[in-house]
T-cell receptor, first 113, second 114 residues
């Protein structure tokens, strides 16, 4: 079985400050890892993904995440927050052979001017 | 062009009624999903179909019945609606053969049961 834990249901950052969203996963086999973003009243959009290869992955809108197998983590960062980054962020995991994408509980990001 | 489209976007109905939500994807994917997002934003998979065949059926009341007439469509019918069914239902699709498993989501259908 696989699971995802996102530490912190709400994160508040100032515009221009670092955004750090934490994600830890549990999987018995090598995982595929994803970060999705959900803007208000919209569906989920893929920010970035890790499957194999380079452990630091870059996504859209200046976000990046690093897969750390030893820590079973896939934290999401952005060096400088923008007002438009205010949204709900979801970490998700699936296995290479699996059909199911399992989501964490989500982290709401608030950006203060 | 909308890749994954759901209708209706909003649905308000009384307890005990039956309602359906439709989903269509034009991405050429072979796998489609229904996810439920509750009021706390928690996302949980309900069903998945691959080429019209049910492959994931989570612990969902049998009042919920998915139907996939072809691989581009996956509908969700709900009988005898209850207050606890109020949620946002998301349809998604993916290509099972791809090695990334990325899901593409619709914009959601917000169901409110009164």
């Amino acid at each position: 079985a696989q699971s995802v834990t996102q530490l912190g249901s709400h994160v508040s950052v100032s515009e221009g400050a670092l955004v750090l969203l934490r994600c830890n996963y549990s999987s018995s086999v090598p995982p595929y890892l994803f970060w999705y973003v959900q803007y208000p009243n919209q569906g989920l959009q893929l920010l970035l993904k890790y499957t194999t290869g380079a452990t630091l992955v870059k996504g859209i809108n200046g976000f990046e995440a690093e897969f750390k197998k030893s820590e079973t983590s896939f934290h999401l960062t952005k060096p400088s927050a923008h007002m438009s980054d205010a949204a709900e962020y979801f970490c998700a995991v699936r296995t290479a052979a699996g059909n199911k994408l399992t989501f964490g509980g989500g982290t709401r990001v608030l950006v203060k001017p | 062009d909308t890749a994954v489209s759901q209708t209706p976007k909003y649905l308000v109905t009384q307890m005990g009624n039956d309602k359906s939500i439709k989903c269509e994807q034009n991405l050429g994917h072979d796998t489609m999903y229904w996810y439920k997002q509750d009021s706390k934003k928690f996302l949980k998979i309900m069903f998945s179909y691959n080429n019209k065949e049910l492959i994931i059926n989570e612990t969902v009341p049998n009042r919920f019945s998915p139907k996939s007439p072809d691989k581009a469509h996956l509908n969700l019918h709900i009988n005898s609606l209850e207050l606890g069914d109020s949620a946002v239902y998301f349809c998604a699709s993916s290509h099972q053969g791809a090695n990334t498993g990325e899901l593409f989501f619709g914009e959601g259908s917000r169901l409110t049961v009164l």
